[in-house]
């Protein structure tokens, strides 16, 4: 089949079909496909951005970018359809958080290779499978101007909590989203029934940082999540005590909600389980990294992305909240560390921690 041909119905049935099989053979997990139309909710994300919630996260109030949200055609001319894709990651085990304050809490989505790489290449090979039968595509992992919660909720794929992420009522929120632009008039999926949060608020509650301004709108300013990835400069001071030991994203939200309990397997269906420095890496050995070191270390990993100088100062707030004074003499040194990021983030620590009760 060249671009020049068109399918029957039927045949975009079975291309479709052939296509889900494709998809199930990456590891796929599920696959939902919506007209490429914008999201309904595009005007409460608007609303969103005029209130400032993202914060320094730029790129997703840029003109040209908002553009795109609303025409997918800007991105893709001609485009017809957006199928989504899942990809499953959540363990069903923890780092006991209580057994050794002077370990640092990973968000367990970076505990192996980068997700947009993995699910990047996938969404790679399916592309170019659309492509030799005669599609035009774009694919994406994250990066796109793309909503794809809502895109993904509105093919089917799942409802939306509280705690504004996607939920699948089999398995919960623990899966990344990706997506294909394609050209063709793919047969659409009908949505089943969905349940929703109905009267619970447990994330709202457990949220340490309390970043919800209400049910479903988050102040990404506030989220852990932003303040320990996405923040390049220094972290609000007020914010620092209640970040706790997080060094690299947070799960909380997800690990309190009821709709999780399905997600049972021990280990991540992505990455199995990795050991303890992965999990929950020694905080003192981490702000011992020089560059080579830190570079070594997260080889592979999304942590790469934040540098040193991110990665070290979160490390510095989570030793400043650890009460040890074990962080004492590693902080004084990180006082004098090249980068003023770091050092700020250690003499804050150090006065945390002579601020204790001897
Ligand atoms: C920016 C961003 C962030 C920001 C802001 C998060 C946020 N809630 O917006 C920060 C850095 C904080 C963040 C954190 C996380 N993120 Co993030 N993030 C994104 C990104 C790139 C854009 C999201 C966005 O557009 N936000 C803007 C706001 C306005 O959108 P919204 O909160 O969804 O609001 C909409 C709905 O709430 C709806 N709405 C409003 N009112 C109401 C009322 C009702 C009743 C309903 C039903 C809906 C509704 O309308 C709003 C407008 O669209 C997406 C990828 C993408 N391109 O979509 C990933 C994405 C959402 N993130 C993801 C993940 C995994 C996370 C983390 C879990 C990572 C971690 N462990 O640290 C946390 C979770 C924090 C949280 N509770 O959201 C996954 C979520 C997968 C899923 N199952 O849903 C995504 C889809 C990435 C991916 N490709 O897999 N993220
Ligand atoms: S990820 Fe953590 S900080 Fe962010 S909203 Fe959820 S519980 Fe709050
Ligand atoms: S914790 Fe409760 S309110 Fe929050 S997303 Fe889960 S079900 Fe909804």
């Given at each position: 089949?060249?671009?020049s ?6 045949q975009?049935?079975e ?8 998809a199930a ?16 909710s595009l005007?409460a ?6 209130q400032g919630?993202?914060?320094?996260m730029?790129?997703?109030a840029?003109p ?14 001609g485009v017809q359809r957006?199928?989504i894709f899942?990809?499953p ?12 304050p002077m370990?640092?809490?990973i968000?367990?989505?970076?505990w192996g290779r ?10 790679k090979?399916?592309?170019r499978?659309l492509?030799e039968?005669?599609?035009t ?11 794809e919660?809502?895109l993904?909720?509105?093919a089917g ?7 504004t ?7 919960g ?8 632009l ?10 089943s ?6 009267t619970?608020?447990r994330c709202?509650?457990?949220?340490p940082?309390?970043?919800f301004?209400a049910?479903?709108i ?13 923040l ?21 939200c997800?690990?309190v ?5 399905f ?7 992505l990455?199995?389980s ?5 999990t929950a ?8 990294l020089?560059?080579e ?8 990993s999304?942590i790469?992305?934040l ?14 909240n650890?009460?040890?004074t074990?962080?004492?003499e ?18 804050w ?10």
């Open positions: 089949m060249t671009s041909q068109t399918y029957s119905p039927q975009l049935i291309l479709k079909q052939a296509l889900r099989e494709e053979q990456l590891g796929l997990h599920q696959l939902a496909i919506t007209t490429a139309t914008p999201a309904d005007a994300y608007e609303h969103w951005i005029e919630y993202h914060g320094e730029g790129y997703l840029r040209d970018r908002l553009d795109r949200r609303r025409d997918l055609n800007v991105i893709l001319p957006l199928i899942t990809l990651y959540w363990p069903g085990t923890f780092p006991d958080e209580q057994q050794d370990r640092g809490a968000s367990c989505y970076a980068d997700y947009h790489k993995i699910l990047g290449k996938k969404l090979t399916l592309s499978w492509e039968h005669g599609d595509t774009r694919w994406y992992v994250d990066t796109g101007a793309i909503q919660r809502d993904a909720e509105r794929l799942g409802f939306t909590g509280k705690h992420l996607l939920i699948q009522p089999q398995y929120s623990g899966f990344f989203l990706g997506e294909i394609s050209s063709l008039p793919f047969p659409l999926d009908t949505p029934h969905m349940p929703s949060c109905g619970c608020s709202l509650t457990a949220c940082t309390d970043a301004v049910p479903y988050l102040d990404a300013r506030k989220c852990i999540s932003y303040l320990t990835i996405e390049k400069g220094s972290i609000p001071v007020e914010l620092r005590p209640l970040i706790g030991n997080r060094i690299y994203g947070c799960d909380v997800q690990q909600c009821p709709w999780m309990r997600a049972d397997a021990d280990e991540s269906p990455w199995g990795p050991p303890e420095e992965v890496p020694k905080l003192i050995e981490l702000l011992e020089d560059e070191g830190f570079q070594r270390r997260f080889e592979g999304p790469r992305r540098k040193r100088g991110r990665l070290l100062r979160n490390v510095a707030v989570a030793l400043g650890t009460g040890s074990e962080a004492i590693p902080l004084n040194q990180a006082c004098e560390d090249d980068d003023p990021l770091v050092r700020e983030h250690a003499q620590a150090l006065t945390q921690l002579q601020a204790q009760p001897a």
